[in-house]
């Protein structure tokens, strides 16, 4: 039992540590502050740190990630509200300053091996604080499950993140809520703290102006530390701390080696891991799949995979409140560095360089955790599977983030957030460019080594596809496949924005697809099997493919579960767009038809524009023309047969692309190819009325059986008559009216017969979308008002 002297000494240094912390913006204020902690968490014992992580630290989660400060009456941090931005936290202060000396400040109290965490660890180990998480901060699609008592019960099986941790407010009673120890609290605000930023940043985002200087190397490689090793580059990633931090926590906490070899920081914070939760991986495996929900599932309407909500009974209530909403922007920069991260693992096995290591960084091990498929999270062995542990849990959530983000950025938005998105989505699919190289300027920052390092001492190069990258190719086809044709429905949509860009990342995806012809060769093959009615081939090679199409027909139906193009007012559609792979299909709406349009379409939008970078733009356009004949076997692109007149820079030009125009002119031979009633809405219609005329054809259509195909084999009409009875002549009367209207009810009932027999013969349907149209409804509106004041008028006559 401590003494009383050392309780109130502890209390009251904690409110002034308290006090001291909530005063400090500036950044002689903030290192003083990092001073102040780092001295008080020396001077005492773990059994004195509760007043500290009671008072101080919540001001401190504050105070770093720029939260309200209205902390001194809340111990629960609030994010700023919309109309403001988070420029005083200490993370955006140190990134404003481009002080090396004050980020490495900072970093260094924050750091794995910081004297923080390793007081965070001592105090969890003796449970002596608990933290009630906000609900409203977390994913939204979790937020939702809590508000409801039947799926909050289930949360726990259903997310790794929050098992064991719901628990009942003991106050409010049916209200839950999420308990957590002091590191799992922290690391939930230090992966809230993006979503925070990127959804104020976003309330006040307008269309910014094109800039000439915006060239695809700019944001192919969004995180400077990978794209240069320049003295400038150096200085900007090391002051962006967040960055620095999370890398030091995936290369801490997610081994990528065997447990048993050296990993930075171990001493510290992997003793804290196994104390606390029994298992380095499940430590692990808690950071990847806090990431995963808070950046990459957040507020998607279908979470988690269909099969799982079923085993359980879970039916997600919010699916038309989360509906065509896009994933939060400004996230692709992490987003980017844990995907490159945990492709890491798979670059390392395909080399056969699994105990490669080289400068701190670390060597790759995968769980067997996937969460999204288990009950339970317990693992009883890590290290059962070889590789792809990792790619498992983020396969289907990485793949719904990137899609949705082409599905539903809106028209008339900068493109820099789908820029990015687009970066991540290049650097999953091709994980053999990725080497330890890559991480040598951030490890060197981190390690403070940043001058003595050499790129000689690598001992991993990157390297171009190879058939051991099979494996990894197959079990993510989707990212080569139907990812690729909703791309290029993002870029038809979004060539009006900046067809410079557009046109460069077009190239980009056709150019990595090309650039391996046994990657090519591979992407075709499955696509013909998956096409392949029979079972087996005479080719062995096919024969093995065959097994892989079924689970390529349960990630189609899971992955793009509610997407598609005609609930985002797309242009390149049809009803059942995730039952099938339309990259390598011949029709209309085949890959191959639809980049041949965007090369028309781009070359007149280029030409129109015609601007300083004609000529480079025009190389680009080449350039797609000739890989795109290699990616489809050297199919010549149609030339344009017009000279688009050239357009003014003023003119409007945010309309949203329909197939059937190129420029100014009208290309015959270019329609849409989807269900024609259920086109996107035009702008001469009134949507929510051509919605419900839609929904009500569907119904006529489907109970008049119209959508089904005339067999040929249809009976004589049968003919209905009426005998009148000789034995009641008293009612001949009665009874022959009777047989009048028997006979012309039967008559009306052939010819509706006879209609319905004739519309299913033809391929007709019942289409009420015509009564949508704006000039009919205006009509009808000046009619009714015309009627009543009419009527209105003649009785005040009258009267």
Not at 187 to 207: H, K, L
Not at 601 to 609: N, T
Request: contains cysteine.
């Amino acid at each position: 039992m401590l003494p009383h002297s050392y309780t109130v000494d502890s209390l009251s240094k904690s409110q002034d540590l308290a006090a001291t912390i909530l005063g400090s913006s500036a950044p002689s204020q903030i290192s003083a502050a990092c001073a102040s902690i780092d001295s008080f968490l020396h001077s005492h014992s773990p059994d004195q740190f509760r007043h500290f992580f009671s008072f101080a630290f919540p001001t401190l989660i504050c105070k770093l990630f720029g939260f309200d400060d209205g902390v001194s009456s809340s111990p629960t941090p609030q994010p700023p509200p919309s109309s403001s931005s988070s420029s005083n936290g200490w993370i955006d202060t140190v990134l404003a300053s481009n002080d090396p000396g004050l980020a490495d400040s900072v970093f260094s109290l924050l750091a794995p091996g910081g004297v923080l965490l390793s007081s965070i660890s001592a105090v969890d180990r003796l449970s002596l604080v608990k933290y009630v998480f906000p609900n409203e901060r977390l994913p939204e699609w979790a937020r939702f499950m809590l508000s409801s008592d039947k799926d909050c019960r289930v949360l726990s099986d259903l997310c790794p993140i929050f098992k064991g941790k719901i628990k009942e407010d003991s106050i409010k009673g049916s209200v839950y809520q999420v308990q957590l120890n002091v590191f799992e609290y922290y690391m939930f605000w230090f992966a809230y703290y993006p979503v925070c930023r990127g959804n104020n940043e976003n309330s006040d985002t307008i269309a910014v102006k094109r800039n000439r200087r915006f060239k695809l190397e700019n944001w192919v490689s969004s995180i400077s530390g990978f794209s240069s090793s320049r003295r400038d580059s150096e200085n900007r990633i090391q002051c962006n701390l967040y960055v620095r931090l999370l890398y030091a926590y995936l290369r801490a906490f997610v081994p990528v080696s065997g447990l048993n070899s050296h990993q930075p920081y171990q001493s510290s914070l992997l003793h804290y891991s196994l104390s606390y939760d029994g298992s380095v991986m499940m430590q692990a495996e808690f950071l990847v799949n806090e990431f995963i929900h808070f950046w990459l599932v957040d507020n998607d309407f279908s979470p988690l995979p269909v099969d799982i909500c079923k085993s359980f009974g879970v039916n997600f209530p919010f699916r038309s409140v989360l509906r065509e909403i896009p994933p939060t922007a400004g996230l692709g920069e992490v987003v980017k560095l844990i995907v490159k991260y945990l492709n890491l693992s798979s670059a390392m096995q395909a080399d056969g360089n699994e105990s490669v290591e080289h400068c701190g960084s670390p060597r790759w091990t995968s769980a067997s955790f996937d969460g999204s498929r288990s009950r339970n999270v317990t693992v009883a062995s890590p290290f059962v599977r070889s590789v792809g542990s990792w790619n498992l849990s983020i396969q289907r959530p990485l793949y719904r983030y990137i899609l949705r983000t082409f599905l539903f950025c809106p028209i008339g938005t900068s493109i820099k957030n789908p820029s990015e998105v687009f970066s991540v989505w290049i650097t999953y699919i091709e994980p053999w460019t990725i080497s330890l190289d890559d991480f040598l300027d951030i490890d060197a920052i981190v390690d403070g080594s940043a001058k003595t390092l050499k790129k000689e001492d690598s001992q991993s190069q990157a390297c171009g596809y190879s058939p051991s990258w099979q494996g990894y190719v197959l079990s993510n086809y989707l990212y080569y496949s139907s990812l690729v044709m909703h791309f290029i429905g993002f870029a038809h949509k979004f060539l009006h924005a900046d067809a410079e860009i557009i046109v460069q990342m077009v190239l980009k995806v056709v150019s990595m697809l090309t650039s391996s012809k046994e990657l090519l060769d591979l992407i075709k093959m499955v696509d013909s099997v998956f096409h392949s009615k029979q079972a087996r081939s005479g080719k062995p090679m096919l024969n093995s493919l065959y097994r892989f199409v079924p689970s390529i027909h349960e990630q189609l139906k899971d992955w793009e579960d509610g997407l598609s193009e005609t609930d985002a007012d797309g242009s390149f559609l049809h009803e059942n767009w995730n039952k099938d792979l339309r990259l390598f299909s011949g029709g209309e709406d085949g890959g191959q038809q639809l980049l041949q349009l965007f090369i028309l379409r781009a070359e007149a939008e280029l030409q129109a524009i015609s601007g300083d970078n004609l000529a480079q733009n025009l190389q680009y356009i080449d350039s797609l023309k000739a890989q795109v004949g290699c990616l489809f076997g050297n199919h010549t692109v149609k030339p344009l047969l017009f000279s688009p007149e050239p357009k003014q820079h003023q003119q409007a030009r945010d309309d949203i692309f329909k197939p059937r125009r190129v420029g100014s002119h009208t290309l015959a031979d270019v329609k849409y190819k989807g269900d024609w009633m259920k086109r996107p809405i035009s702008d001469d219609e009134v949507g929510w009325l051509a919605k419900l005329f839609v929904w009500l054809s569907d119904w006529l259509n489907e109970n008049l059986g119209i959508n089904q195909p005339e067999n040929g084999q249809v009976g004589s009409p049968s003919w209905s008559y009426v005998e009148v009875s000789s034995d009641e002549v008293d009612d001949v009367s009665t009874e022959s009216m009777k047989a009048v209207l028997c006979a012309i009810g039967s008559w009306f009932l052939m010819l509706g017969t006879t209609v319905v027999r004739l519309m299913r013969k033809h391929g007709l349907r019942v289409n009420l979308r015509i009564l949508a149209s704006k000039k009919l409804v205006m009509f009808l509106f000046l009619y009714a008002v015309f009627s009543i004041l009419r009527k209105a008028f003649g009785v005040l006559h009258r009267v």
